[in-house]
């Protein structure tokens, strides 16, 4: 069909972008099947059909069911970091900054509330490489985790040395306990969950300040030594 | 069968034994079948067929297969408060008490560790009536509830008032939030977990104490109204 010239491996830009919207077009219907009929009765086959792409087109793409939604995280991930960039310049105040992320975070799941309280059940299986904590998982997790580091580094916020080396992690842990909260939110609108972003926010924002306490420093390294000790995998 | 007279609703203590341990094997049986062939493939014919007794028979004693796992879940919560009786009644540390109390818990839960990952995608579907949070699993939520208000109550620990309050029901939560973490470790023996006890315990002990510094007071009413928010359903 194409008429460039380009090696395989080193597809030119007309082919390129062809092959990217081959590959969002994938994504969408795929995305629109499981919604519709279910994450565990649409095979790739149907996906295809529908996509109106041969099934060796679709798999050439994407290898599994499993890599579609990867490619779903990284998607969310990217939509996630464009809706944060202009705050993330602008704003200085670690609790705006933080409350401004977790909202647009929220606002780019939201046409995926049922999908996502339909498809939990699969990444909630520990084995899942579609667990958000699984090695398949790492990419769409380090960027998200990169984005928590943004912003605290791009903020004022005065803590502790050594909670600031750990809190981007911790954020975003926290950030996966606002998801599954979201998940299991059937409240109109998920308020719920926005009500649980405004309150938890100021309490994070009080409790990195207080990390520099005097009071606080022994009850602060034993979190941080607790963090170790069960991140060691062992 | 059975000779006795007694009135429908009012069994013989003879029957009501035997009828207990019929229910026994039932639920033993099930539980076994849940383990050798999966949930979602173990019908209620072959339990029935199994334990060796009729299909309506099993019926009787529960009416789905929900209703199987809900009488595990008691019983699971029934040996839990029998593990910690004999430490509730003499020791009167609070760490002691709540240290005891979560690695009881896990003895209990030990020999369903492989059940529980695979069964774990069932229980967190959000609308799914064997959720830990569900309205249906309320009887073993209040009694787990109860384990650590007696925690408390049996202690020596001097807290706010407000949070005393509170505190079985975070508690609970936290326990929620430690079986989470045991249903996805794969370290041998679950050590990890057991970590994680021995590292949180004197962490949620130091925590408590805090709770009575003036400098913490309005970061404790902050954690207490964002309970309060997040717990209303609208």
Chains 1, 2 share one sequence.
Do not use: C
């Not at 087109?57 to 599994?64: C, K, L, M, R, V």
């Not at 409350?99 to 939990?120: C, K, L, Q, W």
């Not at 580094?153 to 599954?180: C, F, N, Q, Y």
């Amino acid at each position: 069909m194409t008429t460039a010239a380009a090696e395989p491996g080193s597809p030119g830009p007309v082919r390129r972008a062809r092959g990217e919207q081959t590959r969002q077009l994938i994504l969408e219907t795929a995305l629109r099947l499981f919604r519709e009929r279910g994450y565990a009765e649409t095979t790739m086959r149907v996906i295809a059909k529908e996509a109106g792409v041969a099934v060796g087109n679709a798999y050439y793409y994407f290898d599994s069911k499993e890599h579609l939604i990867q490619g779903f995280y990284d998607r969310n991930q990217n939509e996630h970091r464009l809706a944060t960039t202009a705050l993330l310049a602008d704003e200085k105040d670690f609790a705006a900054r933080l409350r401004g992320v977790m909202h647009a975070g929220i606002d780019v799941n939201e046409p995926y509330h049922s999908f996502a309280a339909t498809f939990f059940k699969t990444a909630a299986e520990p084995s899942s490489p579609l667990s958000p904590f699984s090695r398949e998982s790492s990419p769409a997790r380090d960027a998200s985790i990169a984005i928590f580091r943004d912003v605290l580094e791009g903020s004022t916020a005065k803590l502790d040395p050594e909670l600031r080396k750990e809190l981007p992690e911790l954020l975003w842990l926290g950030w996966m306990g606002v998801i599954l909260f979201w998940v299991y939110d059937k409240s109109p609108g998920q308020r719920r969950t926005r009500r649980l972003i405004d309150g938890a926010v100021p309490l994070i924002d009080r409790l990195v300040s207080l990390s520099r306490l005097r009071v606080l420093r022994p009850a602060l390294r034993q979190i941080l030594t607790l963090i170790d000790s069960v991140r060691r995998d062992d």
